[in-house]
């Protein structure tokens, strides 16, 4: 079945700790593919994308996600969490329409 | 500003008691779409529209409507309400197919008891 799978539900990391968020995606095709972030509260914002070409991708916020055909992995990645970037992030795939994870949860601890 | 509106942020309602959640985007695109957002369950499309008097279903639209008579507008609309209708609902838009990304409302939270 098509399905998109974010396998934590919840994480947390040390203020200037590295992040990896990941994301698994089950579908015939290369999908289109997207990282969301709801901050509480508030809808959701696009923080990057990848169509095709260049694996990695760079976003706002100094995010940035590889994609990995190998894998059908589309993993979220920051090299230094701020306080601020705690939130739920989505991944999302388009083949159709677009699908969503389940989200996960990230806390960022002092 | 570029953005996605809907009304209301927050509603209570009974069941069975009709209600409308308004959306509305500026942005001139041609794709919206509506989702809600449950625990656990991430989003999931309710219907969406590829343009005016255009619409489809999307995953979970049992007990809803929509309607698309302008561009801009993409009402969801509760006949009925039920109490599993407790939901975060999302509406979004997009120039052209969701392969370009959708732009979100700031969510619909609705309770109904």
């Known amino acids: 079945a098509q399905s998109v799978t974010q396998p934590d539900i919840h994480i947390t990391v040390s203020e200037g700790a590295s992040l990896e968020l990941r994301c698994n995606y089950s579908?015939?095709?290369?999908?289109?593919l997207f990282w969301y972030v709801q901050s509480p509260g508030q809808g959701l914002q696009l923080l990057l994308k990848?169509?095709?070409?260049?694996?990695l991708v760079q976003g706002i916020k100094g995010f940035e996600a590889e994609f990995k055909r190998s894998q059908s992995s589309f993993n979220l990645r920051k090299p230094s969490v701020h306080w601020s970037d705690a939130a739920e992030y989505f991944c999302?795939?388009?083949?159709?329409?677009?699908?969503f994870g389940a989200g996960t949860r990230l806390t960022v601890k002092p | 500003e570029a953005q996605v509106t809907q009304n209301p942020r927050y509603l209570i309602t009974v069941t069975g008691k009709k209600l409308t959640v308004t959306c509305s985007q500026n942005?001139?695109?041609?794709?919206m779409s509506w989702y809600r957002q449950d625990p656990g369950l991430g989003l999931r499309q309710i219907y969406y529209?590829?343009?005016?008097?255009?619409?489809d279903k999307g995953d979970v639209p049992e007990g809803y409507k929509v309607s698309r008579k302008e561009k801009r507008n993409f009402p969801l609309i509760l006949e009925s309400p039920s109490p599993n209708q407790t939901s975060l609902y999302f509406c979004?838009?997009?120039?052209?197919?969701?392969?370009?990304?959708?732009?979100f409302g700031s969510g619909t939270r609705l309770t109904v008891v």
């Open positions: 979004a838009s997009s120039p052209g197919r969701a392969t370009y990304g959708y732009t």
């Open positions: 579908y015939g095709a290369t999908p289109y």
């Open positions: 990848y169509f095709s070409g260049d694996t």
């Open positions: 999302a795939v388009v083949v159709n329409d677009m699908r």
């Open positions: 942005m001139n695109h041609e794709y």
């Open positions: 529209s590829m343009n005016v008097e255009v619409t």
